[in-house]
Nanobody, 127 residues
Framework: QWQLVESGGGLVQPGGSLRLSCAAS????????IGWFRQAPGKEREGVSC????????DYADSVKGRFTISRDNAKNTVYLQMNSLKPEDTAVYYC????????????????????WGQGTQVTVSS
């Protein structure tokens, strides 16, 4: 079955860290751009980070630059989002999404090119 599955969310104190994983099953992630998005209650979904199919290009929302790092391990068919120095405003449901409609060297933080989405994982940053 063709799907993306996020994991690694949870409750963490401000200043803490989490690593989210986005694992693909039923298909190979190698040539897909992967984006991480989040949606907080009452807010629109926003792009957090993305990585190109080649892995050579990444992008980050201004709000997470310097704190989050995206990476991919094609051998494990998984993309990761390392989140450090977490803040209460990072609280949201985090989704990963895959796109084969972008150039191999590109990724974008807009959700339109991403056709396949996981079900999300909750991240709560609170003391």
């Amino acid at each position: 079955q063709w799907q993306l599955v996020e994991s690694g969310g949870g409750l963490v104190q401000p200043g803490g860290s989490l690593r989210l994983s986005c694992a693909a099953s039923g298909f190979t992630l190698d040539y897909y751009a992967i984006g991480w998005f989040r949606q907080a209650p009452g807010k629109e979904r926003e792009g957090v980070s993305c990585i190109s199919g080649s892995g050579g290009s990444t992008d980050y929302a201004d709000s997470v630059k310097g704190r989050f790092t995206i990476s991919r391990d094609n051998a494990k068919n998984t993309v990761y989002l390392q989140m450090n120095s977490l803040k209460p405003e990072d609280t949201a449901v985090y989704y990963c999404a895959a796109s084969d409609r972008l150039y191999y060297s590109d990724c974008v933080l807009e959700d339109k090119p991403y056709d396949d989405w996981g079900q999300g994982t909750q991240v709560t940053v609170s003391s």
